[in-house]
């Protein structure tokens, strides 16, 4: 059993040993492999998936192998991958799709038992071979994967790849939200492999419509999306705002980059000093709010995504989710960096008017922080310089309060 996170292993030249006699065992000679996403939770776990390159009888394929290392050994799921073993360390390896906490993804991954999945769910008629082209939109080993399942000449669904435990709560917040009229995607199937299908929503997303040359949306359009929520959204579990993990998050970001310590405290010290007091809140909210999860048309919010998250919160969460996502766009050219920046001229205003500024500020450099995990999580070709750039843009938002 190893005694720490398995993060320097799994970052380093050593894995490819695990790597090659994992193949090994199924058959397979590893060729060539690169390490495609790194998921660390510094002093527990990590996880990590590999772009490899394969030989095996039948031929040569790219693959995507994953690993997951623990402090405390592997966990109860991790059996259902493969154990193997780097000195007094076990750590778990599959080979994509065969993710151990996502059951679904061994039939989501391919068309061809998508297309049953859908015909059997009675969401479209029988389909004739190849009528069901995928695209991968997320995949985030280990937790969830949502793939575009478009259908040839009919329509195109989206397939969230879920974990057991999650489920239930998952699909009952799309029905939830479907009987009060919010637009949130309409469930399409389910599947006792915790697949959830949804139907497409209308519109562009709002990620794509900020670069337009018209404003795609009004702040009070989306402050209005998430006030028509229902009053029963604030009885569901709550799920603790990006704030409450500042320490987690700046742990994170510092042991990618441990220039940043001393300035990554800085910042979490004033958060938390700034949100000691407030209570939870009790409003109904989205609890993942950004430009990714809206969609628009005509110049409205007509549909929002991921409501996985919804419960009670404080409306200055959400909409402090959207000013950190917003902020930290990355590789923008000047003329959508312009627009983006005259929508946030615009809206923060708006919401200064809602909820307290303060709030509203130190809560979005807490999602921001949050958000400096992921170019090194993605392994981005310049993801040290992208982190510190996120690093600035929360101690910008600290800096406005002081």
Request: negative net charge; charged residues 20%; aromatic residues 6%.
């Amino acid at each position: 059993m190893g005694d720490d996170d398995g993060a320097a292993l799994l970052a380093s030249q050593e894995v490819g040993e695990l790597l090659s006699a994992a193949v090994e065992h199924a058959g397979g000679h590893l060729v060539t492999w690169m390490l495609d996403h790194i998921d660390a939770n510094p002093q527990q776990s990590t996880t990590a998936t590999y772009s490899a390159v394969v030989d095996w009888a039948y031929g040569r394929r790219d693959e995507l192998l994953g690993v997951s290392a623990r402090v405390s050994g592997p966990s109860a799921s991790d059996s259902r991958a493969e154990i193997f073993a780097d000195g007094e360390r076990e750590v778990a390896v599959w080979l994509y799709p065969n993710d151990p906490d996502l059951p679904g993804l061994a039939r989501a991954a391919y068309p061809s038992s998508l297309a049953a999945v859908l015909t059997d769910a009675g969401a479209v008629g029988p389909l004739p071979p190849g009528a069901v082209e995928l695209t991968m939109i997320a995949y985030r080993p280990r937790r969830r994967a949502v793939l575009r399942a478009s259908v040839a000449g009919g329509p195109t669904f989206y397939v969230k790849v879920l974990r057991e435990r999650l489920f239930d709560e998952v699909r009952r917040r799309h029905e939830l939200l479907a009987s009060a009229g919010v637009p949130a995607p309409p469930v399409a199937a389910t599947t006792p492999d915790y697949l959830l299908v949804l139907a497409q929503l209308p519109g562009a997303p709002l990620a794509r419509a900020v670069f337009a040359d018209v404003p795609p949306c009004t702040a009070e359009d989306l402050i209005g999306v998430l006030d028509a929520m229902p009053t029963s959204v604030a009885r569901l579990s709550r799920r603790p705002p990006w704030s409450d993990a500042v320490d987690h998050y700046t742990a994170m970001v510092a042991a990618a980059v441990p220039a940043q310590e001393e300035r990554l405290q800085h910042i979490a010290g004033h958060i938390r000093a700034g949100l000691a007091n407030l209570p939870p809140g009790d409003e109904p909210t989205h609890g993942d709010f950004h430009e990714g999860q809206v969609h628009v048309a005509g110049g409205r919010v007509v549909g929002i995504l991921d409501v996985d998250t919804i419960g009670p919160g404080r409306r200055a969460d959400d909409l402090a989710c959207l000013i950190a996502h917003l902020s930290t766009i990355q590789r923008m050219n000047p003329a959508q960096a312009a627009r983006v920046h005259a929508l946030l001229r615009a809206w923060v205003p708006v919401f200064d008017a809602r909820v307290d500024p303060i709030e509203l500020r130190l809560r979005a450099a807490a999602v921001i922080v949050s958000l400096a995990t992921g170019p090194y999580r993605g392994q981005e070709p310049h993801w040290e310089r992208d982190t510190i750039a996120m690093v600035d843009a929360a101690e910008a938002l600290v800096r406005q309060v002081l």
